[in-house]
C-alpha cells in the first residue's frame, strides 16, 4: 500500500521561507508524477507544483518564482522550497503521487495517493 509521509511546514513570518518533503513508500516503482496541493480554510484544494520522474515541472501562476520543486529519484522524495512566502499562502499542503500518466499537470484528479497534510502558516 502506497503511504505517502510528509514533513516540514509550521509558521513564518511574511517574507521568510519554509521547506517541505514528501517520501513515497510502499510501491515497487517510482511515481510518474508527485505533487504539491494546498487547501486554504473555505477553499478548494488547488495545485501548487509538480514534477514528473524526468524532471519537468509546471508551477500554479501564483508561486512560480517563489517556490521550487525538486525531487530525489533515489529517495522516492519531493521537496517544496517556499521563498518569499506571503499570507495568503497559508494553507493545509498535501502531497500527492501517481503512478499513471505523465502529464503531471496541477489537476487534482489526476492524483490518487495523497499525503496527511501539513499546516503553512504565514503571518503579515
Known amino acids: 500500500q502506497v503511504q505517502l509521509v510528509e514533513s516540514g511546514g509550521g509558521s513564518v513570518q511574511a517574507g521568510g521561507s519554509l521547506r517541505l518533503s514528501c517520501a513515497a513508500f510502499?510501491?515497487?516503482?517510482?511515481?510518474?508524477?508527485m505533487g504539491w496541493f494546498r487547501q486554504a480554510p473555505g477553499k478548494g484544494r488547488e495545485g501548487v507544483a509538480t514534477i514528473s520522474s524526468g524532471g519537468s515541472t509546471f508551477y500554479v501562476d501564483s508561486v512560480k518564482g517563489r517556490f521550487t520543486i525538486s525531487q530525489d529519484n533515489a529517495k522516492n522524495t519531493v521537496y517544496l522550497q517556499m521563498d518569499s512566502l506571503k499570507p495568503e499562502d497559508t494553507a493545509m499542503y498535501y502531497c500527492?503521487?501517481?503512478?499513471?500518466?505523465?502529464?503531471?499537470?496541477?489537476?487534482?484528479?489526476?492524483?490518487?495517493?495523497w499525503g496527511q497534510g501539513t499546516q503553512v502558516t504565514v503571518s503579515s
Open positions: 500527492a503521487a501517481t503512478y499513471e500518466g505523465s502529464w503531471c499537470s496541477l489537476a487534482v484528479y489526476e492524483y490518487n495517493y
Open positions: 510502499g510501491h515497487t516503482y517510482s511515481p510518474n508524477c
